[in-house]
Each structure stands twice: as C-alpha cells, then as structure tokens.
C-alpha cells in the first residue's frame, strides 16, 4: 500500500511541474469544420527576451476523416520581422489510433521550431490557416497557441 501511495505522489509531482503558460488561446471554429480560407489569428504579448516553447494547439473530434493535419503558419512581430513555416501535425498512427488525449474530443500541442530563440520581448502576431486539399475540415473544433517559458 505504501508503495502504491508514493508512486501516486511521485506520480503527482511529475505533472504538476509543467511551467506555466505566458500565452494562450484556443479559436473555436464555427460548426467544428475549418475553412480552408479562414484564418486563425493570435496576438501574444511576449512579456520579456527569452527562450519559450511554442505549440500549436488542436482540438478535434473523432470524427476527423484524416490522419494528419496541414497547417501554413506566418509569424509577425513588432519590429517588421516575418517568418514563415508550414507544419504537418499528426492526429493519427497509421493504424488508425489517435495521437491525442481525450476520448471523443482529441486535443494534441505541436511543438513549433519556426522562431529565433532566444524571443524577444514584444508582441507577435501568428496566423495559422489550414493547408489540406480540403474546403472545409470536419471534426476540427479549436485551433490554439501556446507560448511557455523554457525552463
């Protein structure tokens, strides 16, 4: 028994230690489908320079017909610089399991590598538009940003 509650502690400890988020946001999409000419766009207040883990967040249904995700993300900051990057997220493996956590509604952070690091301080503003050959995706319920202080 003792064993079993200091593995639960240990357990505990672990996933309390995920740092804090310095930004995010998650757009829900209308009727849980994504346009392909709908933009998703974020504006992050980067609070100081310094090195930050930056995801993607996806928020989707069960009833997503895909296994991946392709998405074109631009990043704008304050001072005119612009990056550019296009990402494929994984929502499934290929026999077909989810990647995500969740039951019915799957929800998966991709880990994006487009800017510099260290960040600057500032504000930056990311769009993110869906690149599938695909008018509009189904099962896609929320698109988000998150920006984490590297520890």
């Given amino acids: 028994m003792k064993q ?13 230690c995920k740092e804090e988020a310095v930004y995010e946001s998650f757009e829900s999409l209308e009727g849980e489908e994504w346009q392909v000419g709908h933009p998703v766009l974020f504006v992050a207040e980067i ?3 310094g090195d930050y883990d930056i995801s993607l ?7 997503y017909e895909m296994a991946n995700l392709w998405c074109f993300l631009r990043v704008a900051d304050t001072v005119g610089n612009l990056w550019k990057d296009s990402v ?3 929502l499934a493996e290929p026999d077909g399991r989810w990647v995500g956590d969740g039951h019915s509604l799957k929800t998966l952070e991709y880990p994006l590598t487009t800017l510099p690091m260290p960040v600057e301080a500032g504000k930056y503003t ?5 690149g599938m050959r695909t008018q509009a995706l189904k099962g896609i319920k929320d698109v988000g940003l998150v920006i984490r202080r590297r520890k």
């Fill in 47 to 49: 609070p100081e320079k």
């Fill in 126 to 130: 990311f769009t993110v538009v869906q």
């Fill in 57 to 63: 967040g996806i928020r989707h249904t069960t009833d």
């Fill in 4 to 16: 079993i509650v200091l593995c639960f502690s240990l357990l505990l400890a672990l996933l309390s």
């Fill in 88 to 90: 494929d997220i994984r």
